[in-house]
């Protein structure tokens, strides 16, 4: 007989946030994420690695999208019972995903990307599916 402890089965929850392209907004991604994860109890490191790349997805958004425009990032976080789906997207000024520097070659100022596919299971960075601006997609897969 195990005495092990399972983590909770949750289904899939999706939870959909949009935020000013503001920096004092950024906090409220980091706020939600905390909630998502008490439906399936993380280990402490995970979580605040998770909050990490979060705040790095969400600030390349508001830095470089929209210039001083202003704009909206929109977050979607999907909790599933082996794996946390998180996409940041905006409709700002997009990028070339063959430009994003590689960890070896940092710019200063560039290592969200780089922290970000160190910390995520799977990582994707692109145009948004309707042509107009950006989208971050990670995946962090969850432990039992």
């Known amino acids: 007989m195990s005495t092990s402890a399972k983590a909770p089965r949750v289904g899939m929850r999706q939870v959909r946030l949009t935020i000013p ?3 004092e907004y950024v906090l409220l991604g980091r706020l939600a994420l905390s909630g998502i994860t008490r439906m399936r109890p993380l280990a402490d490191e995970t979580v605040n ?3 990490l790349a979060v705040t790095e997805a969400c600030t390349n958004s508001v830095r470089h999208a929209y210039g001083s425009n202003g704009g909206t990032v929109d977050i979607v976080y999907e909790l599933h019972d082996d794996r946390l789906v998180v996409e940041v997207s905006d409709d700002g000024h ?3 995903p063959d430009e994003v520097a590689e960890a070896d070659e940092l710019a200063e100022g560039g290592l969200g990307i780089a922290i970000i596919r160190a910390l995520a299971d799977e990582f994707e960075v692109g145009d948004r599916a309707d042509g107009r601006g ?4 990670f995946v962090k897969f969850l432990t039992a």
């Open 49 to 51: 690695d998770l909050k």
């Open 94 to 96: 997009g990028f070339d």
């Open 134 to 137: 950006s989208r971050l997609r």
């Open 21 to 23: 392209a503001k920096a």
